[in-house]
């Protein structure tokens, strides 16, 4: 099986990852089932990539696929000519959840168009044309997506951009406030994840919150790694008491069985955006009822089992126990940080991630670089996970590390 995958990602899909993953080992995805993936072989994995995300309840949680099996045999994707009751439902929970006066939903497939989404209503909300984003931050792939994430290596090959984007350095209210005025919007993650799981300075939203009000630009707060439990708390942001203009949902909002993303916007500014032209911005498969029956699934077991105090929970075990480990090998381990059950193992060098992960994956336990920061571990499990499973991929991160820095030496 292994040998027919790998030939079709070669010649079909694409030939330089497929090499990647051969070399490191990369077994075939077969099954999976809460905190565990089984391979080809009938070999276990404790996900600690968890999708980069993706899998907040665990995979094929079983009230989210009840969910979706039951709505397979009603209605799968809109007709589009009718009411949707499900869309309108899993909008008027959000806006239910999500802070202050967020109110009005748009719904589309990946975190990148709920990206595109957030950007074009700013435009259109302001009349205004200027972005503000942050170094190193990531957004997603798309064009508008790309154009306000901050690193050259995706960005390069497809300039020019989306113009008029100007880069803060993340965390530096100072810098924002010079660069805010005329601009439609500042977006920040609450946490740059792909960037390398780094954390701002308390109350840094808080200040791009006053910031934002002061010029008239929104804020984009993009939740869509950080938000639904993964930090901690439902939503990263209400950290710094912040409630942004605009919030961008995916990855975990469906429970990791239907790609759906979202943006929860402000009456107002949605109102100042489309209030007189409803058909502007608009997506065909977004908002389907498979998507939405699944959301509304993933809410009620996220904010019922109370998910974010276990994710807040285990990432503090998951922290204390990599930062023990990074004293023990400072050698190949230079910080470790994160924010819940986000929690970024930065190396000395990005060769060691190199050997590191194939050999966790080896051990049973997946993990996986952040894309704008090869030297950086994400450790990201589903906030189902247990104690015990904590210190098992502890240890096997532990045992890797060693194995690297005896093969590796110093580098
Ligand atoms: C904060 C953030 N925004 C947007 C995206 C893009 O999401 P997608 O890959 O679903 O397009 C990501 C993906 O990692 C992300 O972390």
């Known amino acids: 099986m292994l040998d027919q995958v790998y030939a079709d990602y070669r010649d079909c899909l694409n030939p330089p990852l497929a090499r990647v993953m051969k070399v490191s080992g990369s077994p075939v995805e077969v099954r999976a089932e809460g905190t565990t993936i089984v391979d080809h072989t009938g070999k276990s994995y404790l996900d600690f990539a968890g999708g980069y995300g993706v899998f907040t309840l665990g995979h094929r949680h079983p009230r989210v696929v009840a969910a979706v099996r039951d709505q397979l045999e009603k209605i799968a994707l809109s007709g589009r000519t009718m009411f949707n009751p499900l ?3 899993l909008a008027r929970r959000l806006a239910e ?3 202050g006066d967020l109110q009005i939903s748009f719904f589309a497939n990946s975190g990148a168009e709920a990206v595109e989404g957030a950007l074009k209503l700013a435009r259109a909300a302001t009349r205004r044309v200027k972005y503000v984003a942050t170094a190193n931050a990531f957004h997603g792939k798309t064009f508008g997506a790309l154009s306000v994430s901050g690193h050259e290596v995706y960005r390069a090959p497809f300039e020019p951009l989306v113009p008029d984007v100007v880069h803060v350095p993340f965390g ?3 810098e924002l406030e010079s660069a805010l005025s005329d601009a439609a919007a500042f977006i920040v993650e609450p946490v740059q994840a792909e960037g390398g799981i780094i954390v701002p300075p308390p109350g840094y939203l808080a200040q791009a919150r006053a910031l934002c009000d002061r010029f008239g630009a929104l804020l984009i707060v993009d939740e869509v790694q950080t938000g639904l439990g993964r930090c901690g708390a ?3 942001c209400t950290e710094d008491g912040v409630v942004p203009d605009v919030m961008t949902l995916a990855k975990g909002l469906s429970g990791g069985v239907i790609p759906i993303g979202a943006y929860v916007a402000r009456a107002a500014c949605w109102n100042a955006a489309y209030a007189k032209a409803p058909l502007l911005h608009t997506s065909t498969f977004g908002g389907n009822e498979l998507a939405c029956a699944a959301a509304l699934a993933a809410l009620d077991v996220l904010i019922g089992e109370d998910l974010s105090s276990n994710a807040r929970a285990r990432g503090a075990e998951l922290l204390a126990g990599a930062r023990a480990i990074a004293q023990r090998h400072p050698g190949v381990i230079a910080e470790v940080r994160g924010r819940g059950l986000l929690v970024g193992v930065e190396l000395r060098h990005e060769g060691y991630a190199g050997m590191i992960i194939p050999e966790m994956l080896k051990r049973g336990v997946t993990a996986a670089w952040t894309l704008n ?3 950086v571990i994400r ?13 098992t991929a502890l240890a096997v ?4 590390v060693s194995v690297a820095f005896a093969q590796l030496g110093p580098l």
Do not use: C
């Not at 450790?379 to 210190?391: D, F, K, M, Q, R």
């Not at 991160?397 to 890797?400: G, I, P, R, T």
């Open 87 to 89: 869309m309108g439902r």
């Open 97 to 99: 959840i999500t802070p």
């Open 172 to 174: 530096d209210a100072r």
């Open 234 to 236: 439902l939503f990263a």
């Open 373 to 375: 920061r090869q030297r």
């Open 379 to 391: 450790l990201e499990p589903p906030l189902i996970v247990t104690a015990n499973e904590i210190a």
């Open 397 to 400: 991160l532990e045992a890797s």
